[in-house]
């Protein structure tokens, strides 16, 4: 399977978006952060502000409760019964707002004072807890045991019947064993707080949603240059198809006048030199001249040379070999052609590797051989060639060298460099040509994707020895 490959418009998309996303998405994280961390904390201090002159404010009522029986209890004796009613009459009617009252329990656990919620007075209320199972009588004596002090739980509201926090506070009338304390609902408290936070939380939404448009309107422009790239790409790509495309009927046009000039140099001399031979062997028979076996055999001998470069022909065009044999066969038979042709000392080496190129990759690599070859034959003037093919991590490696004047001293470096520069290019492979001391090195590596797995039913690229 053939790696997705991105456009180039579809790249500089990715390159301008991906750190912008990354960006914004960064910086609307912390700045969301830090705003609701900053935030809490306000709502902090300003609950525990809030907490703070409520508990001030009940301070002030229990200095007032205090101040109406403290001359009754501070003369009164530990079990002085007409005291006791006395302060317990005087505290029933301090009442304050909707909700407000003063609270008595001895210690015990007997309510003696309760005036907006009735049902309690006279009953042992030891042990009693609110919704969330904190302890309420037990521990408004303690602290009241302690010398006085705050605690807050869930209570009834008298007004509304609902269960709201409470903050009391607590001071001992410890000569009467006595918890005496009154206490403010928070729940406009919570209210509060609650609004505060919901007002940072719209905040936090409408900075996520400036950091949200910002980063919309900056990918849209991102998407409109990378439109026009790739409408200009695809302009560019357009023109590159045509030029293509001429090279490619170009290339026909040699190809066929290249086999054309075989033809007619080669081949059809060699015919005419078997015609003549025939007629002239079937003159000699006919005048029973005894040269004419002679005369046979030279038109044997045309017509088996014919016969020769018919095949070299059609091995140019598509050597059987590459499809039979693989890869290696038919490099190592294009080597040897190319020695025997031109006469320049040649090498072959091939390392075998377990996998198989597809019929592309061999393709290619053959033809970018076969292209490599003709230029050294063409303007090299070299003496020796090198041509070796190996597997490595990299993918399919052909390697060919020679010690001819070198690329740079070359007259010619048209078609057929781009021709194989082309066919690499397709396969997502490389094609390296480098100056050597002395001679050129050309490079060709198709990558991994093109190697078919063991069981797949392909020639295997074969070593030669």
Request: zero cysteines; hydrophobic letters at 40%; aromatic letters at 8%.
């Amino acid at each position: 399977m053939r790696i997705f490959r991105l456009s180039y418009g579809q790249k500089i998309f990715l390159l301008a978006t991906l750190p912008l996303l990354f960006a914004a998405t960064a910086i609307g994280f912390v700045v969301l952060r830090e705003s609701r961390d900053l935030a809490e904390r306000e709502i902090a201090t300003l609950e525990a502000q809030l907490v703070a002159a409520k508990r001030e404010e009940l301070k002030n009522y229990i200095s007032i409760a205090r101040t109406a029986v403290i001359n009754t209890y501070g003369r009164a004796q530990p079990d002085d019964a007409a005291s006791k009613l006395l302060v317990t009459q005087t505290l029933s009617s301090l009442l304050y707002g909707q909700d407000g009252y003063f609270f008595v329990f001895d210690y015990d656990g007997n309510n003696l004072v309760s005036p907006r919620q009735t049902y309690l007075i006279d009953k042992n209320w030891r042990g009693l807890t609110d919704l969330n199972g904190i302890p309420i009588t037990d521990e408004i004596i303690r602290i009241a045991r302690n010398g006085g002090g705050y605690h807050q739980f869930e209570w009834t509201k008298p007004s509304t019947r609902e269960i709201a926090p409470f903050e009391v506070y607590v001071i001992g009338f410890q000569d009467w064993r006595w918890a005496m304390g009154t206490g403010v609902f928070l729940d406009d408290v919570r209210d509060g707080i609650a609004a505060a936070r919901a007002d940072v939380e719209n905040r936090i939404r409408r900075t996520f949603i400036y950091i949200s448009s910002i980063t919309t309107a900056a990918l849209l422009g991102v998407f409109v240059t990378g439109l026009l790239i790739t409408v200009r790409e695809r302009r560019l790509a357009d023109v590159k198809l045509k030029q293509l495309t001429q090279r490619i009927f170009d290339t026909q046009e040699e190809e066929r006048g290249r086999v054309a000039r075989e033809l007619h140099d080669s081949v059809s001399q060699m015919l005419v030199g078997v015609r003549y031979a025939l007629d002239t062997t079937r003159r000699r028979l006919t005048k029973g001249d005894t040269r004419a076996p002679d005369t046979l055999d030279r038109g044997i001998d045309h017509l088996s040379g014919a016969i020769q470069e018919v095949r070299r022909i059609s091995r140019d065009l598509r050597p059987a070999i590459l499809d039979d044999l693989g890869l290696g066969p038919a490099l190592k038979t294009l080597v040897e052609d190319f020695s025997e042709r031109t006469g320049v000392t040649t090498e072959y080496h091939s390392v075998v590797f377990r996998n198989r190129l597809d019929d592309e990759s061999k393709i290619a690599l053959y033809r970018v051989a076969q292209e490599a070859l003709t230029n050294v034959e063409r303007h090299a003037n070299a003496t020796h060639v090198s041509l070796s093919l190996r597997g490595s991590k990299r993918g399919a490696v052909m390697r060919i060298e020679d010690n001819g004047v070198g690329i740079r001293k070359r007259k010619t470096r048209g078609l057929g460099l781009r021709n194989m520069q082309e066919r690499i290019d397709f396969l997502d492979g490389t094609l390296t040509i480098n100056q050597a001391k002395p001679g050129t090195v050309i490079e060709a590596i198709v990558p991994l994707t093109h190697i078919l797995s063991p069981n797949t039913k392909d020639p295997l690229m074969e070593p030669s020895k």
